[in-house]
C-alpha cells in the first residue's frame, strides 16, 4: 500500500519557520511528481509547490521567496522549508504524489497554525 506520511506541522509566531516533512512508503524516484498542497478553513486546497523527478520546481506565488521545496532521494523524504512565515500561511498542508505507475496519492495532512 502506497503511503504518503507528513509531519513537523505546529504553532508558530508570525515570521517563524518550519519544516515540513513527507515520508513515502516507495521510492520517491517512482513519483513523476511531487508537491506540498495546503487547504485553509472555508477555502480551495491549493498548491503551493511542486518538484518533477528530473528536479524541476514551480512554486505557487503564496510561496515564492519564502518557501523551499526540496527531497532526499535516500530517505524517500519529501520537503517544505517554510520561512517568514504569515497569519495567511495557516492550512492544512498535503503532501501529493503522481506515480509514474499511474494514481495520485495524498498524504492525511499536517496542520500548521501562524498566530501572535
Known amino acids: 500500500q502506497v503511503q504518503l506520511v507528513e509531519s513537523g506541522g505546529g504553532s508558530v509566531q508570525p515570521g517563524g519557520s518550519l519544516r515540513l516533512s513527507c515520508a513515502s512508503s516507495r521510492s520517491i524516484l517512482s513519483w513523476n511528481l511531487m508537491g506540498w498542497y495546503r487547504q485553509a478553513p472555508g477555502k480551495e486546497r491549493e498548491v503551493v509547490a511542486v518538484?518533477?523527478?528530473?528536479?524541476?520546481?514551480n512554486y505557487a506565488d503564496s510561496g515564492k521567496d519564502r518557501f523551499t521545496i526540496s527531497r532526499d532521494n535516500a530517505k524517500d523524504m519529501l520537503y517544505l522549508r517554510m520561512n517568514s512565515l504569515k497569519p495567511e500561511d495557516t492550512a492544512v498542508y498535503f503532501c501529493?504524489?503522481?506515480?509514474?505507475?499511474?494514481?495520485?496519492?495524498w498524504g492525511k495532512g499536517t496542520l500548521v497554525t501562524v498566530s501572535a
Open positions: 518538484i518533477t523527478s528530473a528536479g524541476d520546481i
Open positions: 501529493n504524489g503522481l506515480s509514474r505507475f499511474g494514481g495520485t496519492y
